[in-house]
């Protein structure tokens, strides 16, 4: 037979009250601190209204620039090409073609329609031509106003094989277009030069002011 063998129960110790208590505080002290409870929607709106918005930086103001004082051109009227001033207009444009051997010489406007003429073109296509000049010119204007200029001369000038073709300014309101046939006579820049200033002061004096 097995031999039988005694059962002896196991002894529990329970842990006092006292070292309960130690052990609970030691937890507590081991476990990180927890964040406060968040307050309520009341709360946070109050503190949204009391916290102040930090003020935006002024914009710095920028610099004005001085206006540029442009001077304009002499007189204020309107200098024109009538039925009075035409047939002296057409005196100083063939004593010009005489001076220089021009075949022809052109007061034009500013759009290239001619108001004067002296000579013949030679059935040139200036009637296409013109046009395309007074278009170099649309903004010469412009260019000596800006650079204080009252009396400023700007010329085209074209040194063909066959024609050779000056563009003068004239007051910024019209065109002094000379051509020159090669065939028949060669220009001379200086001399087209000296002789077209001298032409463009007596134009400036005899057109009329409206």
């Known amino acids: 037979k097995a ?7 196991a002894r529990v110790v329970l842990p006092s009250a006292r070292e309960r208590e130690q052990a609970a505080a030691t937890a ?7 964040s406060p409870p968040r307050g309520g ?11 102040k918005p930090e003020p935006k930086p002024e914009p ?15 007189g204020s009227g309107t200098l024109v090409v009538t039925a009075e001033n035409t047939n002296t207009i057409r005196k100083i444009m063939s004593q010009l073609t005489k001076e220089l051997g021009a075949q022809s010489v052109m007061l034009t406007d500013r ?25 170099s010119f649309s903004t ?9 200029e009252e009396d400023a001369l ?13 563009c003068f300014d004239v007051v910024q ?31 400036r004096d005899n057109l009329s002011i409206t």
């Open 111 to 135: 759009a290239g329609m001619v108001l004067v003429d002296v000579g013949t073109t030679d059935n040139l296509p200036m009637m296409i031509v013109l046009p395309l000049l007074s278009t």
């Open 154 to 166: 700007t010329v085209y000038i074209h040194d063909g094989l066959h024609y050779d073709l000056y």
């Open 60 to 74: 710095k103001p920028e610099p004005k620039s001085e206006p540029i004082d442009i001077p304009s051109r002499r």
């Open 28 to 34: 507590a002290a081991a476990q990180p601190s927890a």
């Open 173 to 203: 309101r019209f065109l002094l277009v000379l051509v020159f046939n090669k065939k028949v006579a060669s220009s001379k820049i200086g001399a087209v030069w000296i002789n077209a200033k001298r032409a463009i002061r007596e134009l």
């Open 3 to 9: 031999e039988r063998r005694e059962f002896t129960p």
């Open 41 to 51: 929607l009341a709360s946070r709106t109050r503190a949204a209204v009391e916290r």
């Open 140 to 148: 010469a204007g412009e260019v000596a106003r800006y650079l204080r």
